[in-house]
């Protein structure tokens, strides 16, 4: 992960589970955070989780991997970013537990919420946890529960490169099994999902993730360009050194509002021509909280212009959630356009203040703020060719 720049914050609640994992744990602390009262308060399927809500399991997990002779034997580093992680794996239950018709309790997608949510708690909370350990947290909470399903899938190898990619697969394994063991099953649970399997499929995930060279790094693709399109196009062989025949290069900025955007563009690229959604906004006298179609089509239409005389160019927009950049990426890729994503962010306190000395026009309101961040996504190498990460501390 590329860093232009990172130094050391303040100290905070979440911060001393990465500072001093072996520490006792601060549970009445941690019980008056609305987070943690929401997981307190959220049940779970007695099928599987029989000894109860959110809470009550995540209290297990974080035990049962203190307990773990693989997790202390790690050094302090990673047992607090594994600790971290356990703490808030199922921090999205709240948010996507439903009652079915059936009687049974799902969470369907709890995995990706809780990334998002568990991103937003270590920024807003101005936890002394740098972006790179922050990020490794939010890619343990994403994919902790892809060990216990990973070696039936269809296409295990693709999933096993997507997820070491943002997450080491040999911790997700030492997660994966502290959740397995962090929990009470019904004796009228299918044993086919019982520990012992758990167990079992966590073993091969772990094995074959290491056999396919990418148990706790990257998988080293033969290039940039090699896996850009390995993650673009089903069936492709990932050892594959696809000829790079790319024309231009589009630069697309991504970052919260008030992150500092348009300061980077100034200051490292200043010649390149850019087009800018809020510049666009201001001309079309559209604001942020209109209808943005008009805005939309006519940087598309600027785009294509770039694209087709193989010109490089700036797209510059919040581009927080992977869904939002794709639609861009795919533009770019049509034209056989390189895809460098820069991503900028800047403290929440000081972001904040950003967005409130824009000019009024260009003011993000805070329900616009508030659906940005369930959304937020940081830009990783699946996505672009180079990804680079302009963050402040």
């Not at 520990?195 to 990418?214: G, K, P, S, V, Y």
């Amino acid at each position: 992960m590329r860093q232009e720049k990172a130094s050391r914050g303040g100290g905070s609640l979440l911060a001393g589970f990465w500072t001093a994992p072996d520490a006792a744990v601060p549970w009445g602390e941690i019980a008056a955070r609305p987070w943690w009262r929401a997981m307190a308060e959220c049940p779970q399927d007695p099928l599987y989780h029989a000894e109860g809500d959110v809470a009550t399991h995540t209290r297990m997990v974080v035990d049962e991997l203190r307990a773990l002779p693989a997790w202390r034997a790690l050094p302090a580093e990673e047992r607090g970013t594994l600790l971290l992680a356990a703490l808030l794996h199922d921090a999205g239950k709240p948010d996507t537990t439903r009652h079915e018709e059936n009687g049974r309790i799902t969470s369907n997608g709890h995995s990706a919420r809780g990334a998002v949510l568990a991103r937003r708690l270590l920024w807003e909370e101005g936890a002394a946890v740098p972006f790179a350990v922050r990020e490794a947290v939010c890619g343990l909470v994403r994919w902790h529960q892809r060990p216990f399903y990973l070696i039936e899938s269809d296409d295990p190898r693709r999933m096993a490169y997507r997820m070491a990619e943002t997450a080491r697969c040999d911790h997700l394994a030492l997660l994966a099994e502290a959740d397995a063991r962090g929990r009470t099953m019904s004796p009228a649970a299918d044993p086919a999902r019982g520990l012992e399997r758990a167990l079992l499929n966590i073993a091969l995930f772990d094995t074959f993730c290491r056999e396919q060279n990418c148990g706790s790094t990257p998988y080293p693709f033969p290039s940039n360009h090699s896996r850009f399109l390995y993650f673009r196009t089903p069936g492709r062989a990932p050892e594959y050194a696809a000829h790079d025949d790319t024309e231009g290069e589009m630069l697309l900025m991504a970052g919260l509002p008030g992150a500092g955007k348009d300061t980077y563009l100034r200051r490292h690229h200043p010649g390149l021509p850019v087009i800018s959604l809020d510049a666009l906004r201001a001309e079309m006298k559209i604001a942020p909280r209109d209808n943005q179609e008009a805005v939309a089509s006519r940087a598309r239409e600027m785009a294509r212009g770039y694209l087709r005389r193989g010109e490089p160019f700036a797209w510059n927009a919040t581009n927080v959630s992977r869904e939002l950049r794709g639609m861009t990426i795919d533009l770019a890729a049509e034209y056989r356009a390189r895809v460098r994503i820069v991503y900028v962010e800047a403290p929440a306190g000081a972001l904040r203040a950003q967005n409130r000395q824009r000019a009024d026009t260009a003011v993000v309101p805070d329900a616009a703020m508030e659906r940005m961040l369930r959304r937020w996504e940081v830009p990783d190498r699946t996505e672009a060719h180079t990804v680079t990460y302009a963050v402040t501390e």
